[in-house]
């Protein structure tokens, strides 16, 4: 497991000031990304049976959204934690199937393993490599906050990221309409904690345009710089 995926606990249970922002009177949406710029070289036979659902969402995000939405466990042992991730699995809501896109990278169709599978099967294989899902739990903590669960092969970028966006404040009379504060968690590549909050400029001036969103950051390989993290 990540390191961040283990510490999606403490941030939660053991920062009470952060906890209680996980819950539909504060948040959004929550975002789970995974992505890869590799295609499935090497895979291609293991990697078409199953696609990217059933390899990557049904599993390893399936398992971080557990630990974002579940409530605080009995203890820290595993069965307890277990107790409370099986919860969650219980109250997601049936996947609307509007609420779903699948799609295929190009060139996947190149791969001589597949053309090979393709010739055995007849036609051209319809194996997802991305697919995005909105999942809604029925519970009174995550009420109609949407859960969007992104996972792609073959695109551009590399990484897994949990992304938090707060609910769009009103405008006031001090610094009128700003975008939308978030906390994100990039589980890899290299593990930090972030807070995408709004902070005045340097200067003396004290005007609404000097206000921009900056970032409170934890980056864990720096902090923690002489312990070794479990991949």
């Not at 497991?1 to 999606?8: G, I, M, S």
């Given at each position: 497991?990540?390191?961040?995926?283990?510490?999606?606990l403490?941030?939660?249970?053991?920062?009470?000031?952060?906890g209680?922002?996980?819950?539909?009177?504060?948040?959004?949406?929550?975002?789970?990304?995974?992505?890869e710029?590799i295609?499935?070289?090497?895979r291609a036979?293991?990697?078409?049976?199953?696609?990217?659902?059933?390899d990557?969402?049904q599993?390893?995000l399936?398992?971080?959204?557990?630990?974002?939405a579940?409530?605080?466990?009995?203890?820290?042992e595993?069965?307890?934690?277990r107790?409370e991730?099986?919860?969650?699995l219980k109250q997601?809501?049936?996947?609307d199937?509007?609420?779903?896109?699948t799609?295929q990278?190009?060139?996947?169709?190149?791969?001589?393993?597949?053309q090979?599978?393709?010739?055995?099967?007849?036609?051209?294989?319809?194996?997802p490599?991305?697919?995005v899902?909105?999942?809604?739990?029925?519970?009174e903590?995550?009420?109609?906050?949407?859960f969007?669960?992104?996972?792609?092969?073959?695109l551009?970028?590399?990484?897994?990221?949990?992304?938090?966006?707060?609910?769009?404040a009103?405008?006031?009379?001090?610094?009128?309409e700003?975008?939308?504060?978030?906390?994100?968690?990039?589980?890899?590549?290299?593990?930090?904690?972030?807070?995408?909050?709004?902070?005045?400029?340097?200067?003396?001036?004290?005007?609404?345009?000097?206000?921009?969103?900056?970032?409170?950051?934890?980056?864990l390989?720096?902090?923690?710089?002489?312990?070794?993290?479990p991949?």
């Open positions: 497991a990540k390191t961040l995926v283990l510490n999606l403490t941030l939660r249970f053991a920062n009470r000031e952060l209680h922002l996980f819950h539909q009177f504060h948040i959004a949406n929550v975002r789970i990304t995974f992505k710029s295609g499935v070289h090497g036979g293991y990697f078409d049976g199953y696609g990217i659902i059933r990557i969402m599993n390893h399936m398992q971080v959204l557990t630990l974002v579940m409530e605080a466990p009995a203890s820290l595993a069965e307890d934690v107790d991730k099986v919860k969650v997601i809501r049936a996947i199937p509007r609420d779903c896109v799609g990278y190009d060139g996947y169709q190149d791969d001589p393993a597949i090979e599978i393709n010739m055995k099967k007849g036609h051209k294989s319809r194996c490599t991305f697919a899902a909105v999942l809604y739990l029925d519970n903590r995550w009420s109609g906050v949407p969007i669960m992104k996972a792609g092969k073959g551009e970028a590399q990484h897994t990221i949990v992304r938090l966006q707060f609910k769009k009103p405008p006031n009379s001090l610094f009128g700003q975008p939308q504060n978030e906390l994100v968690i990039r589980i890899q590549p290299n593990e930090a904690i972030y807070y995408k909050i709004l902070a005045k400029m340097p200067g003396l001036s004290q005007r609404a345009k000097d206000v921009e969103q900056t970032v409170l950051d934890l980056d390989k720096k902090r923690f710089e002489l312990r070794r993290t991949e």
